[in-house]
């Protein structure tokens, strides 16, 4: 989970690949340091935006120290 990612990811995993995405949904994109990433997912969860749950598990990307994660949503 998270918190593996966060003791000692792989910072050379290559970033998702957003290209072929269904257009029927919407995403919304955290990008930063792994803990804000996560410290910034808890206070969503914690003002009714998002599950916890619902986010993808934060990635590590091409660049050092930074980390991605997705949440995907249907369009309504």
């Given at each position: 989970m998270a918190e593996e990612f966060l003791s000692g990811g792989d910072f050379n995993t290559p970033t998702p690949n957003?290209?072929?995405?269904d257009p029927r949904w919407n995403r919304v994109i955290l990008i930063g340091e792994p803990n804000w990433v996560l410290t910034t997912i808890h206070q969503l969860h914690l003002q009714g935006f998002a599950e916890v749950g619902d986010w993808g598990q934060p990635l590590p990307t091409q660049n050092p120290g930074e980390a991605i994660a997705v949440l995907k949503r249907p369009r309504v």
């Open positions: 957003f290209a072929n995405l």
